[in-house]
C-alpha cells in the first residue's frame, strides 16, 4: 500500500490494475447519483478506462483497500489533486463507518508533509449528497463557492487550508 492506516490502505492506480475491480461500482445508481449527478447513465468498461486514465494523469487516483477477512478488498477510489478531490466508496456495507474521513485524513497529511501544498479542494459537491458534506465538514473544509452544474443542480466548493497560519 502506498499509503496506510492499520486495516486501510491507498494503493496508486495504474493501467496495469485495469478497472474490472471497479465496473461494478460504476454501474450502482446510488454511487452514480451522489458522484456524478442524477442523470448519469451506468458506465461501460471503456468509459471507467477514461475517467480513471484522465484521473490518474490529472492527480494522484489512488484505490481505497480494506483488509478485512484476510485479505486486502478494493471498496472505493479517491484522487487527490490540486483542484480537486472525488472520493467514492463502492462497496455500499463499507459507507457510515468512517473510511471516508480515516481516507480523507491519510491524504490530508500526505498532502502537507510531503507535498506540501497549501490547500486542498473538493471542487464539487452536491448539496443533496448530505454524507460527502459531512465528511468534508468534519475533515475541516469550509464552504467557499457554491453554482449550478451544468444540468442545473447545485453543488459547493470546499476548501481546507492545510496552513493556516501563514
Known sequence: MDLRDDDLGLLRW?????????????????????????????????RLWRMYQYLNCHGRLYIIHLYAHGRWQAVGDVTLARDMLPIVLGEECYRGKGLGFRTLSLLIHYAKNELRWPRLIAHQIYTYNSASLGLFNKAGFVVTASGLDKQGIPYV??????YPDQ
Open 14 to 46: 495504474d493501467q496495469q490494475m485495469g478497472v474490472d475491480f471497479a465496473l461494478e461500482w460504476y454501474q450502482r445508481g446510488d454511487v452514480l447519483y451522489f458522484s456524478e449527478g442524477p442523470e448519469c447513465e451506468p458506465f461501460d468498461r471503456r
Open 157 to 162: 466548493r470546499t476548501e481546507r487550508l492545510l
